[in-house]
């Protein structure tokens, strides 16, 4: 007798909620997608709404007020609980190759240099100084020249051909082909 009388009250809960959506959930969703700013979190509002309506039955009398105004309430509540929560936890990680993530991660960074400066090694001193004052230092050509005391045309010589066999010693390297074109073309 007991599951006769859930069963019957589960299927009234059903049409209740049903009901609710049938005559709110349209401006529901287009206020909480709004309050959100997209539509997924706004559904996922919409139905945490209607869960908390169904929990409390009582309130969706008329004679307490309006039931639509009653689920914009709850609907405003959840999305600035949801906006608040958010902001406590740090910011998610992308997910999919596809997505841009939140903050880049430095470590393509850490491995192209590490891999720059094993290449480095493979040059020879005259080279590793000229690109050493250029690139690592900032200077420009005529710079670099009165630094290392020679003429302007050598170090652009010795930049062309350094650069070059740079790229070739990144190409022998394992992690290289990734970054061979990138800065030094």
């Given at each position: 007798?007991?599951?006769?009388?859930?069963?019957?009250?589960?299927?009234?809960?059903?049409?209740?909620?049903?009901?609710?959506?049938?005559?709110?959930?349209?401006?529901?969703?287009?206020?909480?997608?709004?309050?959100?700013?997209?539509?997924?979190?706004?559904?996922?509002?919409v139905q945490e709404t209607l869960i908390r309506a169904w929990r409390n039955p009582d309130a969706l009398t008329n004679d307490k007020g309006s039931v639509r105004g009653y689920l914009f309430?709850?609907?405003?509540?959840?999305?600035?609980?949801?906006?608040?929560?958010?902001?406590?936890?740090?910011?998610?990680?992308?997910?999919?190759?596809?997505?841009?993530?939140?903050?880049?991660?430095?470590?393509?960074?850490?491995?192209?240099?590490?891999?720059?400066?094993?290449?480095?090694?493979?040059?020879?001193?005259?080279?590793?100084?000229?690109?050493?004052?250029?690139?690592?230092?900032?200077?420009?050509?005529?710079?670099?020249?009165?630094?290392?005391?020679?003429?302007?045309?050598?170090?652009?010589?010795?930049?062309?051909?350094?650069?070059?066999?740079?790229?070739?010693?990144?190409?022998?390297?394992?992690?290289?082909?990734?970054?061979?074109?990138?800065?030094?073309?």
């Amino acid at each position: 007798m007991a599951s006769w009388t859930r069963r019957r009250e589960g299927s009234a809960d059903e049409v209740l909620i049903r009901q609710l959506y049938n005559e709110h959930g349209g401006a529901l969703l287009a206020y909480a997608t709004r309050l959100m700013g997209d539509r997924a979190l706004g559904e996922d509002v919409v139905q945490e709404t209607l869960i908390r309506a169904w929990r409390n039955p009582d309130a969706l009398t008329n004679d307490k007020g309006s039931v639509r105004g009653y689920l914009f309430t709850i609907t405003r509540n959840i999305a600035i609980d949801r906006h608040r929560a958010r902001q406590a936890r740090p910011a998610e990680v992308a997910e999919t190759p596809s997505s841009t993530p939140v903050a880049r991660d430095h470590a393509d960074q850490v491995v192209d240099s590490m891999v720059v400066l094993g290449a480095m090694e493979k040059l020879s001193d005259e080279h590793q100084q000229v690109l050493r004052q250029i690139y690592f230092q900032g200077r420009t050509v005529e710079e670099a020249a009165e630094t290392l005391g020679v003429p302007a045309g050598t170090v652009k010589s010795r930049s062309y051909y350094a650069l070059r066999r740079l790229r070739e010693a990144i190409a022998e390297q394992p992690a290289g082909p990734r970054i061979v074109a990138e800065g030094a073309a």
